[in-house]
Nanobody, 126 residues
């Protein structure tokens, strides 16, 4: 059974940092593109960052470049998102997702991911 379980969300002030984690199980991690997405109330889901499972190629949305870092622990099938210099506009529910590498490119602009987590809330106050 596939599971993606996010953790690490919370409330911080602008300029602060948070680190999100996503524990993946039930599939061969290295065969998947992994991604972080977010959705704020009343807005469409937005791709934040993606990474190929098992390798270091990373991709970021322009809105988070230079502030967020996606990484992974391949041995533990765990995905991370380090978020620095947080802004109020980063407030959203953050989701972890997985997409088979055979489905094509691994970019934050892609919407067709096979598996999704339940999300973790990040709130940034000014």
């Amino acid at each position: 059974q596939v599971q993606l379980v996010e953790s690490g969300g919370g409330s911080v002030q602008a300029g602060g940092s948070l680190r999100l984690s996503c524990a993946a199980s039930g599939f061969t991690y290295s065969n998947y593109c992994m991604g972080w997405f977010r959705q704020a109330p009343g807005k469409e889901r937005e791709g934040v960052a993606t990474i190929y499972g098992g390798v270091s190629s990373t991709y970021y949305a322009d809105s988070v470049k230079g502030r967020f870092t996606i990484s992974q622990d391949n041995a533990k099938n765990t995905l991370f998102l380090q978020m620095n210099s947080l802004k109020p506009e980063d407030t959203a529910n953050y989701y972890c997702a997985a997409r088979p590498k055979t489905w094509g490119t691994c970019l934050p602009s892609m919407r067709n991911f096979a598996y999704w987590g339940q999300g973790t809330q990040v709130t940034v106050s000014s």
